[in-house]
């Protein structure tokens, strides 16, 4: 199942079987109450945070700078900037693999930092949001902030999956950085083809053009090795990595 893409690498051989990706019949997004809303499984996130700011509905500024779409912001607990999407999660609608529907209240997932312990093959079709009453402008200008910070501290417009790997410490603030622990390991730069360790923001990789997926595979491994040396801590990939490689 692929939602927008930004945090997945497909290997070069491609997926073998069906994939699945939601049209934009699923990206409507509704107000169901004063401060939830009803989003479709395709509704992109920044239109998410868009539409709470709009209806004045406070906690889901954070999505302002996520490029994924609702469901796979489900499937991966995706937050920036103090929220998560289990801060805001109500309940979420889904299809399993004979196309029944059914509906599972947040707890049913098992969210955790950038992970979902829902069992079993689904498809997310809509996610019910809720924030608290806020005020407009206040919104506007938090979501304004956060697009600031991304700007100044993330290669945002380059070709790149984001956070490559999770922090070992989770969504703490104070905890170990993943970033840092690529920095302390000399990889700041490190290529391998046109795929490169960002110098802007070390936890990104970026492809300068005709990275392969191998490319950029073989750098996030050679970075993992350097850091289990450095430092003894075994990075964990943030990106779902697909496929098959190139026979
Ligand atoms: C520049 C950049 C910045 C980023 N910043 C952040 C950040 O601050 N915080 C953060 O958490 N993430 C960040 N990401 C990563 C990514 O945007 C998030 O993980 C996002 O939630 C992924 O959503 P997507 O729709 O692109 O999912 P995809 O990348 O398409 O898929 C990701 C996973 O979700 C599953 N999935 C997707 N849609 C569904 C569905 N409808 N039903 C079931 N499973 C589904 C896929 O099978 C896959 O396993 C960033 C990425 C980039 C490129």
Redesign the pocket.
């Known amino acids: 199942?692929?939602?927008?893409?930004?945090?997945?690498l497909v290997r070069d051989g491609g997926l073998r079987g069906a994939v699945i990706r939601?049209g934009a019949a699923f990206g409507e997004i509704t107000q169901t109450d004063e401060t939830a809303l009803m989003a479709g499984?395709a509704a992109l996130?920044v239109r998410v945070a868009r539409a709470a700011a709009d209806a004045s509905i406070a906690g889901l500024a954070f999505y302002r700078?996520?490029?994924?779409?609702i469901?796979?912001?489900?499937?991966?607990n995706?937050?920036?900037y103090g929220g998560e999407t289990c801060d805001v999660l109500v309940e979420v609608e889904?299809l399993d693999r004979d196309g029944e529907k059914h509906v599972s209240a947040m707890d049913a997932l098992n969210l955790s930092y950038?992970h979902n312990g829902h069992d079993g093959f689904?498809?997310?079709?809509a996610a019910r949001l809720k924030g608290a009453r806020g005020d407009k402008a206040k919104i506007l200008a938090e979501m304004e902030a956060i697009s600031d910070k991304r700007e100044d501290s993330?290669p945002?417009k380059a070709r790149?999956?984001?956070?490559t790997f999770k922090n070992p410490d989770g969504a703490d603030p104070t905890g170990l950085k993943a970033w840092k622990l690529i920095d302390a390991a000399g990889c700041r730069g490190l290529r391998v083809g046109d795929a490169q360790v960002s110098e802007q923001h070390c936890n990104?990789l970026i492809n300068h053009g005709v990275a392969t997926a191998s490319d950029l595979e073989t750098l996030g491994e050679t970075v993992r090795q350097r850091v289990q040396e450095t430092s003894g801590v075994e990075l964990q990939w943030?990106i779902?990595r697909m496929g098959e490689a190139r026979a």
């Not at 199942?1 to 997945?8: D, E, H, P, R, Y």
């Not at 469901?71 to 991966?76: K, L, Q, T």
């Open positions: 199942v692929l939602g927008a893409g930004s945090n997945v939601l499984a996130d700078g996520i490029p994924g779409a469901g796979g912001a489900v499937a991966m995706a937050g920036a889904w950038r689904k498809v997310y079709t993330q945002v790149t999956g984001g956070s990104f943030e779902k």
